[in-house]
């Protein structure tokens, strides 16, 4: 059976956790060059161009280092979108992402989005947080115009 891994709010705040040793918290600008290199490590999945700003991402670290991050990039009012989303192999399957994906979602409530997007090969692991590929009457369409 899995073990209960349950973030824990810390310093009172919302956006400050610590789950056994992995804090969770936003990003500073100082964090780029490591959010940026995590991001390089995986671009089949990742979009490596017009990465979200800084103010945007909600980062993991262990030790001082920036094993996990994610973003949510605000559109408007009606919608946003949660990317960049990437976790140190060394650090999977104990989640870490479902904890910066809530995180997003929290943020997107707080500032009462609607809906949230997530184009991602990680399906179950958004399932698992909510997200569907149908919403009452709408479905989300996309039409590719180049492949690279
Ligand atoms: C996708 C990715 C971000 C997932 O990160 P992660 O931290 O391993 O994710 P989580 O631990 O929250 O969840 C992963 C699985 O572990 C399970 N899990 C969560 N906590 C667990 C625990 N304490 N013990 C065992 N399993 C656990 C989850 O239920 C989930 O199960 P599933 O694979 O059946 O859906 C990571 O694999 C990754 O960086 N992949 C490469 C980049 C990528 O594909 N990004 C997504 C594109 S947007």
């Given at each position: 059976?899995r073990?209960a891994?349950l973030?824990?709010?810390?310093?009172?705040?919302?956006?400050?956790?610590?789950?056994q040793?992995?804090?969770?918290?936003?990003?500073?600008?100082?964090?780029?060059p490591?959010?940026?290199?995590?991001?390089?490590?995986?671009?089949?999945?990742?979009?490596?161009?017009?990465?979200?700003?800084?103010k945007?991402?909600?980062?993991?670290?262990?030790?001082?280092?920036?094993?996990?991050?994610?973003?949510?990039?605000?559109?408007?009012?009606?919608?946003?979108?949660?990317?960049?989303?990437?976790?140190?192999?060394?650090?999977?399957?104990?989640?870490?992402?479902?904890?910066?994906?809530?995180?997003?979602?929290?943020?997107?409530?707080?500032?009462?989005?609607?809906?949230?997007?997530s184009?991602?090969?990680?399906?179950?692991?958004?399932?698992?947080?909510?997200?569907?590929?149908?919403?009452?009457?709408?479905?989300?369409?996309?039409?590719?115009?180049?492949?690279?």
């Amino acid at each position: 059976m899995r073990s209960a891994k349950l973030p824990v709010n810390i310093k009172g705040n919302p956006e400050f956790w610590n789950m056994q040793g992995i804090i969770f918290r936003q990003a500073r600008l100082a964090d780029m060059p490591a959010i940026k290199k995590l991001i390089r490590s995986h671009p089949q999945q990742l979009m490596q161009v017009m990465v979200p700003k800084a103010k945007d991402f909600f980062v993991a670290a262990s030790q001082g280092k920036i094993i996990g991050c994610c973003a949510l990039e605000v559109y408007s009012k009606r919608i946003a979108e949660i990317r960049s989303l990437v976790v140190d192999a060394n650090f999977r399957k104990q989640g870490i992402a479902t904890h910066l994906i809530n995180l997003c979602l929290e943020r997107a409530a707080k500032l009462k989005i609607r809906e949230v997007l997530s184009i991602t090969s990680a399906v179950k692991l958004f399932n698992k947080q909510g997200f569907s590929t149908f919403h009452r009457e709408k479905f989300a369409l996309l039409r590719v115009l180049r492949s690279k």
